[in-house]
C-alpha cells in the first residue's frame, strides 16, 4: 500500500522491505545474517512503544467522539459488534485460547472499567446528550479566557472535559476538593498527551491554567453557577444505566471463555482516571469487611439483601456480591470451565 501511494519512494520502500523479511544476499555470512536478524528485532522492539506513543498517547487524546472507546488496544472507529460477531469470538476463544486472560482494567488502561460504560450510555441516548451539550457550552463560554488569540479550553478540549465528567463524577454525592485536584491532574495530563496546544518538552502553562481554571469554575456550585444543576440529574441517569452496564461487564468477564483478571479497587465502582490515579493505595480492609458483612445477610434473607444492594447501589457493594457470587461458582464447577463446551444464546 505504501507503494502504491508513494511511487517516488519504490526504491527505499523495496529496501525496507527486505531488510525486515530478512531477505538475505546469497554471499552474505553467517556473521552479517546475525548482525542483521539482530537489527531486525530491535527494530521491532521499538515499533511496539512508538505504536503505542502515536495512537494510545497522542491521537486517542485528540479524537474525542466517545472516549470509552478510546482504549489500549481499542479501536475507536469501531461502535460495538454483533451479538453474532461476539458469539463467535467466544467459540474462538473457547477452542484456541480457553486459558487467555478477559481484563476489563489495567495499570495501563485509559480509564477506569466502570467510567468507560458509564460513557458508552451517551451512546443510547444522543439527543439528549447533544441537547445538554448545547446547553452547557452556552452556559460555560464565559469561564473560558482567549490565550495567544484563540479561545481556551477550545471546544474539543471542552467536549472531552464533559466526557470524563460523565465517566468519573460521583453518583451520590457532591464532589470534593479531592475529585477537583484529581481532575485537574488529568486534564492537565490529557492536553499534554494530546500535544496540540502544549506538551511534556514544551508545556503551554498559560493554555494548562486556562483549562484547569474551567474546569474548577465548572464545578463550582450556587445560583450563579447552574451548569452543576442541570449536569447532576442528567449525570446520575447514566450513572445508573451505567450501574446495569458495569454488573452486565463482571458476569460477562468472569463467566465468558478465558481467565477473569480483577484489577487492584475494581471490587468497587471503578472510575478512576489514567495513571497514576489509578494506581492509587486500595483499602483492602474494607473489602474483606464488606464481604464479611454480605454473607450473614445473604444467609438470612437473600431476596431482601438484592433488594438493599439495588437500592444502595452507589456504594459498589451489588458489584463487589457479584464478583463474590460468580467467583464462588466458578470455583465450584472447575470442569465446566476448563473444558465446557460454549453455547451461544440468544440475545434480547
Not at 519512494?9 to 525486515?20: A, G, M, S, T, V
Not at 460477562?252 to 494506581?279: C, H, M
Request: proline share 5%; charged share 30%; net charge negative.
Amino acid at each position: 500500500e505504501a507503494r502504491e501511494a508513494n511511487a517516488g519512494l519504490r526504491l527505499e520502500l523495496n529496501y525496507i522491505e527486505r531488510f525486515l523479511l530478512l531477505d538475505f544476499a546469497e554471499q552474505s555470512t553467517s556473521e552479517e545474517r546475525e548482525c542483521w536478524t539482530e537489527f531486525v528485532m530491535r527494530f521491532q522492539q521499538l515499533t511496539g512503544p512508538l505504536m503505542a506513543k502515536g495512537a494510545e498517547d497522542t491521537a486517542f487524546y485528540v479524537y474525542s467522539r466517545l472516549l470509552s472507546l478510546n482504549e489500549v488496544g481499542g479501536e475507536p472507529d469501531r461502535f460495538g459488534l454483533s451479538t453474532k460477531e461476539f458469539h463467535s469470538f467466544n467459540e474462538r476463544r473457547a477452542a484456541h485460547w480457553p486459558h487467555a486472560m478477559n481484563a476489563s482494567a489495567t495499570h495501563d488502561t485509559k480509564r477506569g472499567e466502570d467510567a468507560r460504560v458509564r460513557i458508552n450510555v451517551l451512546s443510547e441516548v444522543p439527543a439528549e446528550w447533544e441537547k445538554n451539550l448545547r446547553s452547557w457550552s452556552r452556559i460555560n463560554r464565559s469561564k473560558k479566557v482567549t490565550v495567544r488569540g484563540a479561545e481556551a479550553p477550545d471546544r474539543n478540549d471542552e467536549y472531552f472535559l464533559y466526557q470524563t465528567l460523565i465517566g468519573s463524577h460521583p453518583a451520590d454525592k457532591p464532589h470534593d476538593a479531592e475529585f477537583e485536584e484529581r481532575l485537574t491532574g488529568y486534564l492537565i495530563k490529557a492536553v499534554r498527551e494530546a500535544k496540540v496546544h502544549t506538551e511534556w518538552l514544551q508545556p503551554d502553562a498559560a493554555y494548562e491554567k486556562a483549562f484547569s481554571d474551567f474546569a474548577r469554575q465548572v464545578l463550582a456550585r450556587g445560583e450563579s453557577q447552574p451548569f452543576m444543576s442541570g449536569f447532576d440529574p442528567f449525570a446520575k441517569k447514566v450513572a445508573y444505566c451505567g450501574m446495569f452496564n458495569s454488573l452486565a461487564q463482571v458476569l460477562l468477564k468472569i463467566a465468558a471463555p478465558g481467565v477473569p483478571d480483577i484489577y487492584q479497587g475494581t471490587e468497587f465502582w471503578d472510575l478512576s482516571f489514567v495513571d497514576p490515579d489509578n494506581r492509587r493505595p486500595v483499602d483492602y480492609a474494607e473489602r474483606r469487611r464488606c464481604l464479611e458483612e454480605l454473607r450473614g445477610p445473604e444467609a438470612k434473607n437473600r431476596a431482601g439483601l438484592l433488594r438493599d444492594l439495588l437500592s444502595s447501589w452507589p456504594d459498589g457493594r451489588i458489584k463487589l456480591y457479584l464478583m463474590h457470587k460468580l467467583l464462588d461458582f466458578r470455583r465450584a464447577h472447575q470442569e465446566l470451565f476448563a473444558k465446557g463446551t460454549y453455547v451461544p444464546l440468544e440475545v434480547t
